[in-house]
């Protein structure tokens, strides 16, 4: 859809769903506040594989989204090692241009699996902060990636800690923020581990977690509960639902499980002092299903979170 000069849809978009919940005189969304006091809405690149970086920035700046993760594995259109830096300036000057921030870069990282040698992830790593910083040399995103597959905590502990002081020293030396994400399933799976982790490793000041409750969620864990715990490491939110259908869980659109109170969960993290981002992941569960489209999913996923952010009166950038 061509842009309208006088109101850019991402303009127009912000204000339609602040007018909408009959907050457009008092909405954090157009007040005057301080950026410090904002957090911002994203949206990441893993709910838009087939398209290209480029494409997937003009979407997200349309819906309205104040920021984006770049997912940048392997098969993805952002890898770092086959992303030249051609359009490493081009991608630039459009986030500049558009004024969307990237708060995020999301990698695949497991120290227990068989593909990658210690020796490779690190080069990978190497490779996402040569990324952040020619992106935003001023602001470079932080790497956020799981870490692990299954198995016991206590088993796996010792081992993901070697390799964690490891990569803390690759990230002091290129300046990068490493954020570590408990997942479902996983040996790694709950903020408590999380804490442990971060704790048990004197506390880098570039390590930290990715906070997710849909990994939480159906389990022995309450929002408030995990926010609690998560407050003091927390780097980054990322945001979806998950369901039970036929015994099984499933992620879905953020919203569409009904279960997770996101203008709770905004408040409780902006009172606890977090001023990162709450950015939209998009399941592989649900972008690899027949029929998926990125860009409605984009809308569908800002009009819920937009609205949450008012009736949390959580400002954002304006």
Not at 148 to 177: C, F, N, Q, T
Not at 219 to 224: A, S
Request: a positive charge.
């Amino acid at each position: 859809m061509p842009h309208d000069d006088s109101m850019p849809r991402r303009g127009f978009l912000k204000t339609a769903f602040v007018t909408a919940a009959g907050l457009a005189s008092s909405s954090p969304r157009l007040s005057a506040a301080r950026p410090s006091a904002a957090l911002t809405l994203g949206f990441s690149t893993y709910g838009s594989k087939a398209l290209t970086t480029e494409a997937a920035i003009a979407l997200i700046d349309d819906t309205g989204y104040d920021s984006l993760e770049l997912t940048i594995w392997p098969e993805w259109d952002a890898n770092p090692a086959t992303l030249g830096r051609n359009r490493r300036r081009a991608i630039r000057k459009r986030l500049a241009d558009t004024g969307l921030r990237i708060t995020s870069l999301m990698e695949h990282l497991h120290i227990d699996e068989g593909n990658r040698t210690r020796a490779q992830r690190l080069e990978r790593l190497k490779l996402a902060a040569e990324l952040a910083h020619d992106l935003s040399p001023d602001q470079p995103p932080l790497l956020q990636t799981t870490i692990g597959g299954g198995g016991k905590w206590a088993e796996k502990r010792p081992a993901y800690s070697d390799e964690i002081a490891v990569w803390m020293k690759l990230a002091d030396a290129h300046a990068l923020v490493i954020a570590v994400k408990p997942h479902r399933g996983g040996a790694f799976s709950r903020p408590d581990e999380a804490a442990e982790l971060i704790t048990g490793l004197g506390k880098p000041k570039r390590l930290r977690m990715c906070y997710d409750y849909s990994h939480y969620d159906f389990r022995d864990m309450t929002l408030e509960g995990t926010i609690r715990t998560s407050l003091p490491y927390v780097g980054h939110i990322a945001v979806k639902d998950v369901v039970r259908r036929d015994k099984r869980l499933r992620f879905v659109l953020p919203g569409q499980g009904g279960r997770i109170d996101y203008s709770r969960l905004i408040s409780q993290f902006h009172r606890g002092g977090y001023r990162g981002d709450i950015c939209v992941e998009i399941s592989g569960q649900v972008w690899s299903q027949p029929g998926y489209n990125p860009r409605t999913a984009a809308r569908t996923c800002y009009k819920h979170l937009a609205a949450a952010f008012a009736k949390a009166k959580v400002p954002r950038p304006q």
